[in-house]
Structure formats: structure tokens, C-alpha cells
């Protein structure tokens, strides 16, 4: 089947969509690449068959520009997301009424949590969506694609008769090194210049060297919900032949960097080791997630290797709530850790998170002051998202302090509260996010860091201009939501 893989158009200028590791706008506009959706793509090419991916967002292809491109496909594959979900329904309609014969799967963390919700989510009578997948959908949509009938593909739910069918799902897969590269997938139909995440060099491709976290955290969605805890490893050999390949792939277009967007790259300190020694004879830049427990001598093997950036969720400055989320590691270690990076010469992008639970004034507090004591490069600051199918959803549901699970962003995709404490509303959550920034941008640290990036990256004055736009207008208009009482 001539199959169309669709990362859907999202909010206009933002990925708030499927391919985003948090499905919701950003201060600053900000696009990743849809990695799930290439290995499908991939797949269904080495198989002999007719493979697109259509990464609508940060090419700036509308919902009816998209629908267009649909009906000339057999089968599209769509995945979804928390915040994109009705969109996207909407979209599967309108691409149904222009191609009555065309099959529509979704894919993502929505529809593995509630596929029957999510399959009855159409206003038409028939329904949109043919059928939806559980959790990794690399073998389930090659297969459909295929011609597999759907009730002998494992891992699919669909409607008959009105009534749900589900079929077992089939174990994750463990031989990553028989995945195809998703990077030829880049090559062919993707236009690398205009992702842009405003930490990373530009411009960069991103793709995963394992699949699954075996860390605990209770708010953390993906491995909760989709690539589950166990962590599955390509070959170092592997990553490295993929890695030589795009920088001689992508040097037309001027590469600067490649992101290693796995859950948590830096797991294994040993692999970290071993993959330093196969990088440093390519002499690139990388950066990569990471957790805040490498020590010293791990690190400045990496930077030798080329490692420019961690990309670390700290969540908060507080011990108890840490425990809180089950995240596995100190605030003292923490704060060691970056000690560290900045020891070896690794840049670190800090990741906080505001309305945990135990959250108070007093803790939000602790954590912007200890922010400023850790004084990473750049920082994040998000309001904490409980979604559905994590333990920190649970947590939220039991307290009775969610506000409304079914809206987890305005109109324009920026991010509202979901949970409304009694001692610390929605309101005023978001307030501390404001402040947070400007008690931890407006000292004189990083307005200098700025300040000497535009002075000596000529390049970089243009980014940096248009940035501090969209901060300033994304945060004025959270503002006025809490103004007229819409949070």
C-alpha cells in the first residue's frame, strides 16, 4: 500500500505535536524530528514498497494542504498526541471525505492508554480511524501496509460491528541493529534547515541510540505508556556507521550537530565510554540526553569525544520531592553533576518543573534559588502535566485535583495548568513560571553568556533577536489568560 507517515500540522509556528518528547508549545518556537515515524518509513521502503514521511509542522503545511497530499495515499499513519488529539481526529475526517478509501491509523501515547475512546472519537458515523496500534508500531503499520489483515497483526485495536477488537500485543523489539537507519528517511524527505530547538547548533538531525528508560520517574510519559522501562540497546557499532554516514550525507547542507534524543542516552556509563572511543575519530559535534550521574572522568572522555550539551531534567531543587516522583537521584548529586560538566567543558540545558507533588511556595522557592546556584546554561521551566496512563496521573485523580485532563493547552497550543492545588492554584503556578525566568535570565551570569554569543557568533545575533520575540509573546500571553480567568 502506498503509505503516507504523518507527523500532523500542529499550532501555528510550534511542534505541539507527535514528534515533541513534551507535546505542547514552547516559549520559543522549536521543532524535533518525528524519529518513530522513519523506521516505518523505512521499512516499508526496503520491503519494495511506496513510503513518505510528512512532517507538516516545521514545514509549515496546513491541515488542507495535508489532506491533499493524503488522498493521493492508501494508507496514512498519523501519530498522535495528548494535546494534537482533536486536531487530529478532525484532520482524519476531512482526509476521509476527500479519499472514502483511504486507511487511517494513529498511533502514540493517546490511543495506547484508550484505544476504544480513541477510535470512537469521530463525530461520522463510520469513523475516521481504521484502527489503532499499542505502544511501538514499527512491524504493526509494515505489516497492514503489507496487506495483513488487521486481526492477525498483533498489537491493533479496531471497531467491528461496533464492538472493540483488540489483538495481543507482540513483545518489544530487543535486535535494534536490525532497525533500519532513519537517517536516509532525513535525506529523502525531510528538509533539515528548518528544525530549530534554540540550545542545539543549527542545523542538527536527532535520532535514538536505544529505545525505553529504566528509570522510574512518575511523570514521565513515554516509557509509561510507549517505549516502555526496558531499555534496549543498538550496537555501538551501529550508532557509529549511522553517525558516519549523515555527516557525509547531510554536509551539503551545512550539519552542525547530531542529537542523541533517546530517553536517557547517558544510562550506562560504560557505553558512554565505548561510544566516545568509536566518535572521536569522526572529530564531530554531539549532544544528548542525559541523567545527572556521570562522574568526572565519563565526561571529559565524552568531551574529548566531541560532546557539546546535556539536555537534563533537574524536575526540582527539593530532596522530598524527588522522592516524590521517584526520580532516582539527589539534588545535591545534581548539582555535583553540573559542577562537573562545567569542569570538562560540557554545556548542560536544565529542565524544571513546576507543580510536582508536595509542590508549595516555599518549595518553588528552593528551586528557583537553587537553579541560580547550579547556573546551567539555559533552563527550561514547564508546569507539571500529569497524563493519562503515568502514576503521577493516578497520584493527581486520587488528590481530586485535576482541573480538566481533556485540555491541556489553549487554542494556540501553549501549555494551562492541569492541576489546581488548594494551597497553590493553577493561577498562580503559572505565575512562578514567569518568575522563575526572569529571577533566573535577568542577573548578570547569563545576560553576559548572551551578550558574548551575539558579539562573537555574528550568526547567531538574528536567532537570538528572534527568540527573545516569541519569549516575550508567549509569556504575555499567558499572562492574559490568567488576567481574563482562563486558567
Not at 507517515?5 to 508549545?25: I, M, Q, V
Not at 518556537?29 to 511506496?50: F, H, K, N
Amino acid at each position: 500500500m502506498k503509505t503516507l507517515l504523518l507527523n500532523p500540522p500542529s499550532f501555528e509556528k510550534f511542534d505541539g505535536g507527535a514528534s515533541s518528547r513534551w507535546p505542547a508549545t514552547r516559549e520559543i518556537e522549536s521543532y524535533w524530528y518525528p524519529v518513530w515515524l522513519g523506521y516505518p518509513a523505512a521499512m516499508i521502503r526496503d520491503l519494495g514498497g511506496e513510503s513518505r514521511l510528512l512532517d507538516a509542522p516545521p514545514h509549515h503545511i496546513s491541515p488542507e494542504e495535508t489532506a491533499q497530499i493524503a488522498k493521493e495515499y492508501d494508507f496514512v499513519v498519523l501519530f498522535t498526541s495528548h494535546v494534537g488529539f482533536r486536531n487530529d481526529v478532525r484532520l482524519a475526517e476531512r482526509m476521509k471525505e476527500l479519499n472514502r478509501e483511504l486507511k487511517i491509523a494513529f498511533a502514540g501515547p493517546p490511543v495506547t492508554t484508550h484505544p476504544e475512546q480513541a477510535l470512537r472519537a469521530s463525530s461520522k458515523a463510520s469513523g475516521a480511524i481504521d484502527f489503532v496500534t499499542h505502544k511501538e508500531f514499527d512491524h504493526t503499520v509494515t505489516r497492514f501496509a503489507a496487506g495483513e489483515p488487521l486481526d492477525k497483526i498483533p498489537g491493533v485495536h479496531f471497531l467491528r460491528d461496533g464492538k472493540l477488537i483488540s489483538t495481543p500485543p507482540e513483545p518489544l523489539i530487543q535486535e535494534l541493529d536490525q532497525l533500519p537507519w532513519v537517517t536516509p528517511i532525513y535525506k529523502r524527505d525531510l528538509d533539515i534547515t528548518r528544525y530549530n530547538v534554540p540550545f542545539l547548533l543549527h542545523p542538527f538531525i536527532a535520532f535514538y541510540s536505544t529505545r525505553g528508560c529504566p528509570a522510574l520517574c512518575t511523570f514521565c510519559l513515554w516509557p509509561q505508556t510507549f517505549d516502555d522501562h526496558r531499555w534496549r540497546q543498538r550496537s555501538v557499532a551501529d550508532v557509529r556507521n549511522e553517525v558516519e554516514w549523515a555527516l557525509e550525507a547531510f554536509k551539503p547542507e551545512g550539519l552542525q550537530e547530531i542529537f542523541f534524543d533517546d530517553d536517557t542516552f547517558t544510562f550506562n556509563p560504560k557505553r558512554m565510554v565505548e561510544m566516545s572511543q568509536a566518535f572521536k575519530p569522526l572529530k564531530f559535534q554531539w549532544s544528548s540526553t542525559s541523567r545527572a550521574h556521570l562522574d568526572y572522568e565519563t565526561l571529559k572522555t565524552m568531551r574529548d569525544a566531541g560532546c557539546r550539551l546535556f539536555i537534563v531534567g533537574f524536575e526540582s531543587g527539593n530532596e522530598q520531592i524527588l522522592k516524590n516522583i521517584k526520580k532516582g537521584l539527589s539534588a545535591k548529586r545534581a548539582l555535583q553533576f553540573v559542577k562537573d560538566c562545567k569542569r570538562a567543558g560540557i554545556k548542560v540545558h536544565a529542565d524544571f518543573i513546576i507543580g510536582l507533588p508536595g509542590e508549595t511556595r516555599e518549595t518553588i522557592r528552593e528551586t528557583i534559588e537553587y537553579a541560580k546556584e547550579m547556573d546551567p546554561e539555559t533552563l527550561q521551566v514547564s508546569v507539571a502535566h500529569a497524563y493519562p496512563g503515568t502514576e503521577m496521573y493516578d497520584w493527581f485523580k486520587a488528590q481530586g485535583v485535576i482541573l480538566n485532563s481533556d485540555h491541556m493547552s489553549d487554542e494556540l497550543g501553549q501549555q494551562l495548568p492541569m492541576a489546581n492545588f488548594p494551597h497553590l492554584s493553577a493561577a498562580e503556578m503559572l505565575d512562578w513560571v514567569h518568575r522563575f525566568y526572569d529571577e533566573y535570565y535577568f542577573r548578570p551570569k547569563p545576560i553576559y553568556r548572551i551578550v558574548k554569543g551575539a558579539i562573537f557568533k555574528p550568526q547567531e545575533r538574528k536567532r537570538l533577536y528572534k527568540e527573545a520575540k516569541e519569549f516575550l509573546a508567549t509569556r504575555a500571553r499567558r499572562r492574559e489568560l490568567v488576567k481574563a480567568g482562563q486558567v
